[in-house]
């Protein structure tokens, strides 16, 4: 189903940017699920360059069960802008929900103005896309932008209007990428490092996800994905 989306991202990267693979702990990079009637995998990449600090993206494949693409890109420390974030789902035809945004680290005037209000006009193209859907594990307000792409969907429209969508959100967040500039105050970059940490800290803690890794490869397995390689500047919570 997303397959076309994962390989696009990744023709992208390759083409555009000098990437070193950047290591997955041990058995967290592929698993294959002996539970339930379906069998699942789920596999990862990642990858980093010196614009982006770690590009990490994940595929579950579960037949017409679950087919889940999934990415986070950090930037390094040294460029304030948004991650990256693409979580696009379906659980069969009927139900197909994604989510695809510029995760703004900070809420200033100044910041959404300089990386989110140019997402405005893309975001105005697939109105369709964007249904102002609430949210019931994060906060919209936390780290979501008000130009993310949020739909419960279908397949067509996947073909049709999300693949559009998503190479012009890429598109453009390598732009803002490219006229960035990056910081040299250490402080400055401390702030970004926090930033950074902050977030995965708070990813981690809330994951919906984390059910779904869980039914499929065990609650060990799960919490070592999240807290290992998803969102690995997080500490679990004790
Ligand atoms: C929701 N994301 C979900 C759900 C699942 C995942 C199972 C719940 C779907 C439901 O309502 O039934 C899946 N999340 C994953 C997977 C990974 C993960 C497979 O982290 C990791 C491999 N989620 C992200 C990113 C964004 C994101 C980067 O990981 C940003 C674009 C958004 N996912 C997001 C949002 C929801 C969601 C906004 C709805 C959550 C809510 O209602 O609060």
Not at 33 to 52: F, H, M, V
Request: hydrophobic share 35%; net charge negative; with cysteine.
């Amino acid at each position: 189903m997303f397959e076309p989306f994962r390989e696009y991202l990744e023709k992208q990267l390759f083409s555009r940017f000098d990437l070193r693979s950047r290591s997955i702990p041990p058995g967290l990079d592929y698993q294959v699920s002996d539970r339930g009637k379906n069998p699942a995998t789920i596999q990862s990449w990642c990858y980093q360059c010196p614009e982006l600090r770690k590009i990490r993206y994940t595929y579950i494949e579960a037949g017409e069960t679950a087919q889940v693409f999934n990415s986070v890109i950090y930037p390094s420390h040294c460029y304030d802008l948004p991650l990256l974030g693409i979580d696009f789902l379906s659980f069969g035809q009927k139900k197909i929900l994604v989510v695809l945004d510029f995760q703004p680290l900070f809420r200033d005037r100044k910041y959404l103005e300089k990386y989110i209000e140019p997402m405005r006009s893309i975001r105005d193209k697939y109105n369709d896309l964007a249904q102002n859907l609430e949210m019931k594990f994060y906060d919209a307000n936390q780290y979501f932008s008000k130009y993310l792409l949020f739909a419960k969907t279908d397949s067509q429209t996947v073909v049709n209007r999300l693949f559009p969508a998503y190479r012009e959100y890429v598109e453009l967040y390598w732009q803002l990428l490219e006229r960035a500039t990056p910081l040299t105050d250490p402080e400055d970059i401390q702030r970004i490092v926090k930033a950074q940490k902050d977030y995965d800290q708070y990813s981690a803690d809330r994951d919906p996800a984390s059910g779904l890794f869980s039914s499929y490869f065990g609650h060990e397995w799960a919490e070592r994905f999240l807290y290992e390689f998803l969102f690995e500047d997080a500490v679990p919570l004790a």
